[in-house]
């Protein structure tokens, strides 16, 4: 596979490389060189496979030779160690659940490939993760990781700034999971890890990278639940297919127009965001207008300069489509904390980003057409926000409620990088 910095397009790279570096030059973002097509033949074939052979095949599309067919089934078959159901909601809407992995989100999906194909990649070189977390990217990165050969995972967060689940979340694993409690906050974490990564010596010693989100081994993760959603439909849910996706920085959206290039039959998509609108008024006027962030009920879409936005915008150039057939649409706090209630009404228990997805669908979703919204979080992620909505509680899934008995492993530190420093170098492999 070979991939090109959207900022400058002379850096070309492999997969390996992309996956590894992250960014390139220019803080740019990586783009693949060809886009796979499969014909309407070759897609019904892939529909009738299971999930993780599919997937293997879909990645195989993309990644090409780096990556042998059994290397790609067995990084798979790792990573997706869970299903991603659609559940009926309404007559002609469904709800496609990614959050039945360990950390309850969609990132599950794209966090565990991205471990398994960073192991894979880095042959037998030994690899430090350092990242900041205020809360939930830790959760997901400690996890994916967990257990990984020649792979450490350092995470920093605030003490006594994250959620007591959060924390247990991550920071009860043990093994090759590190987890620091620094005695300040967010801020001073990532000007921590940022300290780490501009110290050229530590930085070969340890052999650190960041595994960040907009990697591309998530998007290419991510493709492979659009497929695994639209082998569960009905061949007439199938043929006028509306998918709604949440979006804050639009990787999830990035997959699915990446899904519909590679031939998936999808009539259209609609960008839901909150009131963080970015995208909607500039698909509205034209105009990059990004206002300051505005914190909202659906946290996680808290994002006023989505950071995939020019691999969209390169998609629609690429395949010469308008990006006004981009659906779109804004919604605020209240109506969605009305749709949260609208739909447990109905018998279906959601949470906030999930919401905001349906209720862009509702209002656009045409007769004949069948709708899919994305639900990127299980309710319980959500938990006090759920219940105060609905004024129910929120039961936590099993494994999380077992979890929450569990003894935390942190160690604690000051806001002081050269502590941090000795910490990185002592830590045994
Ligand atoms: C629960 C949830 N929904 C939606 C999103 C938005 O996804 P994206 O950033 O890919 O647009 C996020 C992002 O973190 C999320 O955590």
């Known amino acids: 596979m070979k991939l090109y910095n959207l900022k400058d397009h002379s850096e070309q790279v492999s997969f390996a490389q992309a996956v590894q570096q992250g960014l390139g030059r220019g803080q740019g973002l990586f783009f693949p060189q060809e886009l796979p097509k499969f014909s309407l033949v070759e897609i019904e074939s892939l529909l009738k496979l299971d999930f993780i052979t599919r997937s293997a ?8 030779d780096e990556i042998s067919s059994n290397d790609m089934y067995r990084l798979v078959k790792n990573a997706f160690q869970f299903p991603a159901p659609v559940a009926s909601v309404e007559a002609d809407i469904g709800s496609l659940e990614l959050y039945h992995g360990p950390t309850l989100a969609f990132k599950d999906f794209g ?31 400690a996890h994916a990781f967990y257990h990984l050969p020649n792979i450490r995972v350092v995470i920093l967060y605030p003490e006594g700034k994250i959620s007591p689940l959060q924390e247990k979340l991550f920071c009860t694993l043990g093994d090759n999971i590190h987890t620091i409690a620094i005695q300040s906050d967010f801020d001073a974490c990532q000007a ?43 061949s007439t849910q199938r043929e006028q297919l509306v998918i709604s996706v949440p979006s804050g920085n639009f990787g999830d959206l990035t997959a699915g127009l990446l899904a519909k290039t590679m031939g998936l039959p ?48 390169e998609i629609y150039k690429r395949e010469g489509w308008a990006l006004k057939s981009l659906g779109h649409a804004t919604v605020s ?34 007769e004949g057409e069948y709708g899919l919204f994305l639900g990127t979080a299980h309710p319980a992620k959500f938990k006090e ?3 105060d909505i609905l004024g129910k509680s929120v ?25 941090l420093r000795d910490f990185l170098i002592k830590l045994n492999w």
Not at 57 to 64: H, V
Not at 111 to 139: E, H, N, P, Y
Not at 403 to 419: G, Q, W
């Open 333 to 366: 706090d209240e109506v969605a904390k009305q749709t949260v209630c609208e739909l447990y009404q109905k018998g279906y228990l959601s949470e906030p980003h999930g919401a905001i997805a349906y209720r862009a669908l509702r209002e656009q979703l045409q």
């Open 57 to 64: 095949k879909i990645l195989s599309a993309f990644i090409g």
């Open 266 to 313: 999808i009539k259209r998509f609609i960008a839901a965001t909150n009131a963080n609108d970015t995208v909607p008024r500039y698909l509205e006027t034209g105009k990059w207008e990004p206002h300051a962030t505005i914190a909202t009920l659906s946290n996680a879409m808290d994002v006023s300069q989505p950071n995939n936005w020019p691999r969209i915008e």
């Open 192 to 234: 921590l890890v940022k300290k780490a990564f501009d110290d050229d010596e530590l930085k070969t010693k340890i052999g650190l990278n960041s595994a960040n989100s907009i990697n591309i081994s998530r998007l290419l993760a991510q493709i492979c639940y659009y497929f695994e959603a639209f082998a569960q439909l009905t």
């Open 385 to 387: 926000v759920v219940e």
């Open 111 to 141: 966090g565990r490939f991205m471990a398994q194909a960073l192991v894979q990649v880095a042959a037998d070189k030994k690899i430090t993760i350092l990242t900041a977390t205020s809360g939930d990217t830790g959760a997901a990165v």
């Open 395 to 419: 039961p936590l899934p099993e494994g999380l409620a077992e979890r929450a008995d569990m003894t935390l492993l942190s160690h604690h530190m000051p806001d002081d990088f050269a502590k």
